[in-house]
């Protein structure tokens, strides 16, 4: 089998980590490259391991989104669910299973396979039940108000309208496209087509955040310009905010469409710099004490990638 290239790509949840933290890119990016064979070295080996990491709030975000999903399928093939069905069949299983996982500890073999959550590994949480409880309650009020404020609006829409995104949960590559030679990752949670206009909606369980939802959006208006040759004017964009019950609708002028363009545009100049000779092509990182680390070290503690800063963030 041939070895794997690591090819240089671009992502909005890239770009934050990138300008937050010059280091936290390159432990997930770079030195994690390999790190699942046997013959990897030590370091590389637990920055991949701590790279597949997750946190309770990814986790509550994973479990109200599959709700919702599930519902919705459901409510096309005529079938009306309740908040309490969707939690007690998708979202409270899936939570479950992987809190059950991450104490279990069967990622430290297998960290691609099973669920490690962050606040288990570094033990920051005071009480697990009422961690559990928290995350719970958020999720049922995401599916409630998804069921009574949110669905009646996609009450006309079929499966034959939505386009397919490959998620990472899904065999072979993630959703991307290509721009200016730059793979850049794309993956919205919901789209579908009405004529020749395209929706692109997006789910959000946590905290209300518009001008950074408002940016990642508009990076998946690009994802339908390039992809699906939609006009811009055609492309109308939805931030859902799931436990608030709210939703951000916009398109974006032509000013802003420009804006996001640079945007991509100097975030893949500014990653290129931290590689040998700038070559995207080689994808060389430079040495790892010229990745920066974070100028806000209290920030640090939540990070995944912790225990391979320590000794630096100590010494």
Same mark, same amino acid.
């Given at each position: 089998?041939?070895?794997?290239?690591?090819?240089?790509?671009?992502?909005?949840?890239?770009?934050?980590?990138?300008?937050?933290?010059?280091?936290?890119?390159?432990?997930?990016?770079?030195?994690?490259?390999?790190?699942?064979?046997?013959?990897?070295?030590?370091?590389?080996?637990?920055?991949?391991?701590?790279?597949?990491? @997750?946190?309770?709030?990814?986790?509550?975000?994973?479990?109200?989104?599959?709700?919702?999903?599930?519902?919705?399928?459901?409510?096309?093939?005529?079938?009306?669910?309740?908040?309490?069905?969707?939690?007690?069949?998708?979202?409270?299983?899936?939570?479950?299973?992987?809190?059950?996982?991450?104490?279990?500890?069967?990622?430290?073999?297998?960290?691609?396979?099973?669920?490690?959550?962050?606040?288990?590994?570094?033990?920051?949480?005071?009480?697990?039940?009422a961690a559990k409880r928290e995350i719970a309650d958020q999720v049922?009020?995401?599916?409630?108000?998804?069921?009574?404020?949110?669905?009646?609006r996609f009450a006309e829409i079929d499966a034959a309208q939505e386009?397919?995104?490959?998620?990472?949960?899904?065999?072979?590559?993630?959703?991307?496209?290509?721009?200016?030679?730059?793979?850049?990752?794309?993956?919205?949670?919901?789209?579908?087509?009405?004529?020749?206009?395209?929706?692109?909606? @997006?789910?959000?369980?946590?905290?209300?955040?518009?001008?950074?939802?408002?940016?990642?959006?508009?990076?998946?208006?690009?994802?339908?310009?390039?992809?699906?040759?939609?006009?811009?004017?055609?492309?109308?964009?939805?931030?859902?905010?799931?436990?608030?019950?709210?939703?951000?609708?916009?398109?974006?002028?032509?000013?802003?469409?420009?804006?996001?363009?640079?945007?991509?545009?100097?975030?893949?100049?500014?990653?290129?710099?931290?590689?040998?000779?700038? @070559?995207?092509?080689?994808?060389?990182?430079?040495?790892?004490?010229?990745?920066?680390?974070?100028?806000?070290?209290?920030?640090?503690?939540?990070?995944?990638?912790?225990?391979?800063?320590?000794?630096?963030?100590?010494?």
């Amino acid at each position: 089998m041939a070895r794997l290239k690591s090819v240089f790509s671009w992502s909005f949840s890239a770009a934050e980590d990138f300008e937050q933290c010059r280091r936290r890119r390159y432990w997930s990016k770079y030195a994690m490259w390999g790190g699942w064979e046997a013959a990897a070295s030590d370091e590389q080996k637990t920055a991949y391991r701590l790279n597949k990491m @997750d946190n309770r709030w990814g986790l509550m975000g994973q479990a109200a989104e599959r709700a919702i999903m599930w519902v919705l399928k459901e409510h096309q093939a005529g079938v009306k669910i309740t908040a309490e069905q969707a939690w007690n069949t998708v979202a409270r299983p899936f939570l479950t299973q992987k809190w059950s996982e991450s104490l279990e500890g069967k990622w430290k073999q297998k960290p691609k396979q099973f669920c490690c959550l962050r606040e288990h590994y570094y033990e920051q949480l005071d009480d697990d039940n009422a961690a559990k409880r928290e995350i719970a309650d958020q999720v049922k009020l995401c599916i409630e108000n998804f069921i009574t404020i949110f669905l009646p609006r996609f009450a006309e829409i079929d499966a034959a309208q939505e386009i397919r995104i490959a998620t990472p949960e899904m065999s072979g590559d993630s959703e991307h496209f290509v721009y200016e030679g730059v793979k850049v990752y794309a993956i919205p949670d919901y789209v579908y087509r009405v004529g020749d206009q395209v929706h692109i909606h @997006d789910w959000k369980a946590g905290r209300m955040k518009p001008e950074q939802h408002r940016l990642q959006l508009a990076t998946y208006a690009l994802w339908a310009i390039v992809k699906y040759g939609a006009k811009p004017q055609n492309i109308f964009l939805y931030v859902e905010y799931l436990k608030e019950g709210k939703v951000l609708p916009f398109q974006l002028t032509a000013e802003e469409m420009e804006e996001t363009r640079t945007f991509l545009g100097e975030s893949v100049g500014e990653m290129s710099e931290y590689l040998v000779d700038f @070559d995207r092509e080689r994808n060389e990182a430079v040495l790892k004490e010229e990745w920066e680390l974070a100028l806000d070290s209290s920030s640090c503690r939540q990070c995944n990638f912790y225990e391979l800063c320590q000794p630096e963030l100590v010494g």
